[in-house]
C-alpha cells in the first residue's frame, strides 16, 4: 500500500537513530518528537492533530516507563504506536445493523471521492457477509450517475434501484423512500443509498443530503473522503459533519498517496469512526479499518492479521489438506501447483500482501521492482502442457519445452527455470511433510539437520569429499571426534541425525517442527 509511504519512512528512519542509545536524555527525546512533527505535516496532518499527537508523545517519553526501561527506543515505538491508535480512532468500530430490517445505509461526500464505486464495493462486501442488499441509485444530478452505478452493481453481483434516469431528472429523496418500500416488499435486508455529490461544498448540496437523510431515517450515514486531499479533508469533514452529520468516515483512494494525513486528521476532529477503507481499484479492494493494523502499517510492523484473514478467504482449506498430502507422498504435481498459484492470485496483489509484512518498507525496491505478471506467465506455461506432461514433468523433452515455450509466448529458458523451480519446492516441501528440515540452496546446512542415512558411504572414507565446502567441515569434524557420519541409528520420521528426533543445541525443537507441520498441513 503507498499510503503512508513517505510518512513510514521518516518515522523508520527517526527511530533508528535512538537504538544506539543505552538511555535517553531530554534532547534525544525532543529531538526525536521534533522529527515525528515534521513527518506529520509533510504528510499533511491537521496542526492541531500535530500538535496534540507530539504532546502526549513527549510527556510520555520523558516519564519513567522509559527511563526504566532495558530497551528505551523499543519503548518509544510502543508509545508512538499507542498514540497512533488513539488519533486513528482507537477501537475497531463495525457497521450498526437495524434490529428490524432493512438497515439504510446513506452515503456522502463530495463529487469524485468515489461514493458510487464504494457502493458497489460495499455491497459486495455486505453479499459476502451473508446479507442481502439493494444499491439505491440518489444521485440523479451527476451525468451518467446512475448509469455508472448500475454498471459496478451487476459486476459485484448486486442488484440496482433505478427508477428515474438521473441526468438531472428525477427526485432523490422521492427515489430514497420509494426504495425503502420496494426493499420491504423484495425482503432485502440492507439498503445502500448512493446520493448526490458537488465538486465544493455548497447550501445546495446539503439540503439534498439532509432531506434525504430526514426522508429514510438511515441506520448508519458514512461520509466518503478522497484520502488525497490533504488539509482539505478537515474543512471538508467539518462542514458535512454540520450540515448533514455522519455515523461513520470511509476512506477512499487509500492506494495512491504516499502521505495521507487526511486518515490521520478527520477522526481525531470529527470524532466520528473509520470504518471502511478503499485500498484499489478492484470491488475486491475493500476492508474493514482497523486502527491498530493501520498504526503497525505506518510504523512498518506489519499487518499480519489483515493477511492471515486475506488468505483464510481466498484458500480452500480442504484443498489444501489434500495439497499437504501429496506432498508426503511425492504425488504432488504441477496441476496442484497451479491451483496453489491460483488461490494466490485470488489473494489479490502479491505487492500488497509483501507490504503487509514487517519490514516490508526495508524492501521498497524489491517490492517496487516486482512483476505481478510473473504469476501469469507462469500459469500460462503450465496451461500449455499436456495432461501427462503435467503430472509426469521427466516427459519434458527439449522439443516438448520447445512447444509450451511457444504456446504460452515465453522462452524455453523460462519453461525450464519453472520446472526446476517446481521440482526443487516438491523436494523441499516433501522434506517437511515428513518431519525433516530442508536444506534451504544457499543457506548452507541447517545446524542439526544430517539426514539419516546420507554418510553412509562416507563413512568407509578417511575424509569427506562433499562438495559443499560446509558440510565437507563438519564430516571430517565428526571423522576426527570418531563419529561416523550417519550411523546414528535414527528412528523413522526423525529430520536431526539423532536418537528420539531431539536436536542439539540451537536446533529445532519438537514443539517448533510440529508447529511447523501443522502450518505445511492447513
Request: no cysteine.
Amino acid at each position: 500500500m503507498a499510503t503512508f509511504g513517505s510518512l513510514s519512512d521518516r518515522l523508520t528512519d527517526t527511530f533508528k537513530n535512538l537504538r544506539t542509545k543505552g538511555k535517553l536524555t531530554p534532547s534525544d527525546v525532543d529531538g526525536t518528537v521534533r522529527e515525528i512533527r515534521r513527518a506529520l505535516l509533510d504528510a499533511d496532518v491537521a496542526l492541531d492533530v500535530v500538535k496534540d499527537f507530539t504532546g502526549k508523545v513527549r510527556e510520555r517519553a520523558l516519564s519513567d516507563e522509559v527511563n526504566k526501561a532495558l530497551n528505551p527506543a523499543q519503548q518509544v515505538v510502543q508509545i508512538v504506536n499507542e498514540e497512533l491508535v488513539g488519533i486513528l480512532g482507537g477501537q475497531q468500530r463495525r457497521l450498526q445493523f437495524a434490529k428490524k430490517p432493512p438497515t439504510v445505509i446513506m452515503l456522502a461526500g463530495l463529487q469524485g471521492a468515489g461514493k458510487t464505486t464504494l457502493a458497489g464495493k460495499l455491497g459486495k462486501w455486505l453479499a459476502k457477509d451473508g446479507h442481502t442488499p439493494l444499491l439505491v441509485a440518489a444521485d440523479l444530478q451527476r451525468p451518467n450517475a446512475v448509469n455508472q452505478l448500475q454498471i459496478v452493481g451487476e459486476q459485484a453481483g448486486v442488484p440496482v434501484y433505478a427508477p428515474e434516469p438521473g441526468n438531472g431528472v428525477g427526485n432523490p429523496v422521492k427515489v430514497a423512500k420509494d426504495a425503502l418500500k420496494f426493499a420491504e416488499t423484495k425482503q432485502y435486508d440492507t439498503v445502500v443509498i448512493d446520493t448526490a455529490g458537488r465538486l465544493g461544498v455548497d447550501a445546495e448540496l446539503m439540503k439534498q443530503a439532509a432531506d434525504i437523510r430526514k426522508a429514510t431515517e438511515p441506520d448508519e450515514v458514512l461520509f466518503v473522503i478522497d484520502a488525497m486531499i490533504g488539509q482539505d479533508a478537515v474543512a471538508t469533514a467539518k462542514a458535512f459533519q454540520d450540515g448533514v452529520d455522519f455515523t461513520g468516515v470511509v476512506l477512499s483512494k487509500l492506494d495512491g498517496d504516499a502521505r495521507g494525513g487526511a486518515a490521520l486528521s478527520v477522526a481525531s476532529i470529527t470524532g466520528r469512526p473509520i470504518i471502511f477503507a478503499s485500498t484499489g481499484e478492484g470491488l475486491d479492494d475493500f476492508e474493514p479499518f482497523h486502527p491498530d493494523r493501520m498504526a503497525s502499517r505506518i510504523l512498518d510492523l506489519g499487518d499480519i492479521l489483515t493477511l492471515i484473514e486475506q488468505a483464510q478467504q481466498a484458500f480452500d482449506e480442504e484443498e489444501a489438506r489434500k495439497v499437504a498430502e501429496k506432498f508426503a507422498t511425492d504425488s504432488f504435481t504441477l496441476d496442484d501447483f497451479l491451483k496453489q498459484m491460483q488461490q494466490l492470485r485470488n489473494m489479490g496483489s502479491i505487492k500488497k500482501m509483501m507490504g503487509m509484512l514487517p519490514g516490508a518498507g526495508q524492501m521498497k525496491q524489491q517490492l517496487d521492482n516486482f512483476d505481478e505478471r510473473e504469476i501469469v506467465r507462469t500459469e500460462a506455461i503450465i496451461q500449455s502442457m499436456t495432461t501427462a506432461e503435467r503430472t509426469t514433468p521427466k516427459l519434458l523433452n527439449g522439443s516438448r519445452r520447445l512447444r509450451i515455450a511457444k504456446g504460452s509466448g515465453t522462452t524455453v529458458t523460462e519453461v525450464n527455470q519453472l520446472v526446476n523451480r517446481f521440482e526443487q519446492a516438491a523436494k523441499m516441501m516433501k522434506t517437511v511433510a515428513k518431519g525433516g528440515v530442508p536444506n534451504v540452496p544457499g543457506m548452507g546446512p541447517i545446524p542439526g539437520a544430517g539426514y539419516a542415512g546420507r554418510g553412509k558411504q562416507q563413512a568407509k572414507k578417511k575424509g569427506s569429499r562433499s562438495g559443499n565446502p560446509a558440510k565437507r567441515a563438519a564430516e571430517n569434524a565428526a571423522i576426527a571426534s570418531g563419529v561416523k557420519p550417519g550411523a546414528t541409528n535414527t528412528p523413522a520420521g526423525s529430520g536431526f541425525g539423532i536418537a528420539g528426533g531431539k536436536p542439539p543445541a540451537g536446533g529445532p525443537t519438537d514443539e517448533e517442527m510440529a508447529a511447523l507441520q501443522r502450518f505445511m498441513g492447513r
